[in-house]
Nanobody, 126 residues
Framework: QVRLVESGGGLVQAGSSLRLSCAAS????????MGWFRQAPGKEREFVASISWSGGTTMYADSVSGRFTISRDNAKNTEYLQMNSLKPDDTATYYCAARDDIFSGVSRDPKAFAYWGQGTQVTVSS
């Protein structure tokens, strides 16, 4: 059974940092692209960041570029999202996602991702 499990969310003050982790299991994920999306209450799910299967290419939403960094450790089947200089607007449930096509690259389209985690809550207070 394929599983993506996020961790690392929490309640922090504006300007703080958090690192989210996503542990994948049930199949190898070292050869597929992965990503992070988020959804705030009353809003649609939105793209945050994506990373290619090799880790050589990354893509970010304009709203987080320069503050967030996506990375992966293929030996551990884990991806990360380092979030710095957090703002109240970053408050949302953050979801880890993985593609299914081998040697896939980055994408901002949620339809490109076949597997999703349950989400981890990030709350940033002002």
């Amino acid at each position: 059974q394929v599983r993506l499990v996020e961790s690392g969310g929490g309640l922090v003050q504006a300007g703080s940092s958090l690192r989210l982790s996503c542990a994948a299991s049930g199949r190898p994920f070292s050869n597929v692209g992965m990503g992070w999306f988020r959804q705030a209450p009353g809003k649609e799910r939105e793209f945050v960041a994506s990373i290619s299967w090799s880790g050589g290419t990354t893509m970010y939403a304009d709203s987080v570029s320069g503050r967030f960094t996506i990375s992966r450790d293929n030996a551990k089947n884990t991806e990360y999202l380092q979030m710095n200089s957090l703002k109240p607007d970053d408050t949302a449930t953050y979801y880890c996602a993985a593609r299914d096509d081998i040697f896939s690259g980055v994408s901002r389209d949620p339809k490109a991702f076949a597997y999703w985690g349950q989400g981890t809550q990030v709350t940033v207070s002002s």
